[in-house]
């Protein structure tokens, strides 16, 4: 016969060895549930740009001086490096460009990674903005 404190002592003693187990490390999955409503300022103009590369994540923010910065994580879909050319057009309420067209910009994006790029407005009336990728020539 069994006593109450070994049958205790035993039921214990399996509660605590499912405990132990440690998880299986994961791969990080992709996700875009922080980014889906900002992503949409992001406009690839060639089908090849498209393809290779997407906009994970955009942030923005005003400056002391009331101009808009903008920070946009570029992800290259490929596993070959990839060049493209960017361009942040500014706007205003209305969705006019303020300023002079701003310059493309030349973009290499290693083989499945991200990179951080910096926009910011020269005009106080900039408001909005668009971020336009194309394949480099």
Same mark, same amino acid.
């Not at 906009?55 to 101009?67: N, S, V, Y």
């Not at 460009?97 to 994006?109: R, T």
């Given at each position: 016969?069994?006593? /109450?404190?070994?049958? #205790?002592?035993? !039921?214990?003693? +399996? %509660?605590? $060895?499912?405990?132990?187990?440690?998880?299986?490390?994961?791969?990080?999955?992709?996700?875009?549930?922080?980014?889906?409503?900002?992503?949409? /300022?992001?406009?690839? #103009?060639?089908? !090849?740009?498209? +393809? %290779?590369? $997407?906009?994970?994540?955009?942030?923005?923010?005003?400056?002391?001086?009331?101009?808009?910065?903008?920070?946009?994580?570029?992800?290259?879909?490929?596993?070959?490096?990839?060049?493209?050319?960017?361009?942040?057009?500014?706007?205003?309420?209305?969705?006019?460009?303020?300023?002079?067209?701003?310059?493309?910009?030349?973009?290499?994006?290693?083989?499945?990674?991200?990179?951080?790029?910096?926009?910011?407005?020269?005009?106080?009336?900039?408001?909005?903005?668009?971020?336009?990728?194309?394949?480099?020539?």
């Amino acid at each position: 016969m069994i006593s /109450r404190q070994a049958l #205790l002592l035993a !039921a214990a003693l +399996a %509660a605590l $060895s499912g405990c132990s187990s440690v998880p299986a490390p994961q791969a990080p999955i992709e996700t875009t549930k922080f980014t889906v409503e900002n992503t949409d /300022r992001f406009m690839a #103009l060639d089908p !090849a740009s498209e +393809a %290779a590369v $997407s906009c994970t994540g955009l942030q923005e923010r005003t400056l002391g001086d009331g101009r808009i910065e903008v920070v946009a994580n570029l992800k290259n879909a490929l596993d070959k490096p990839v060049r493209v050319r960017l361009q942040c057009l500014f706007l205003d309420d209305q969705g006019t460009p303020v300023g002079a067209e701003p310059a493309w910009q030349p973009l290499e994006v290693a083989g499945g990674s991200t990179e951080v790029v910096r926009f910011t407005a020269t005009d106080l009336s900039a408001r909005r903005y668009v971020i336009r990728v194309r394949s480099a020539r």
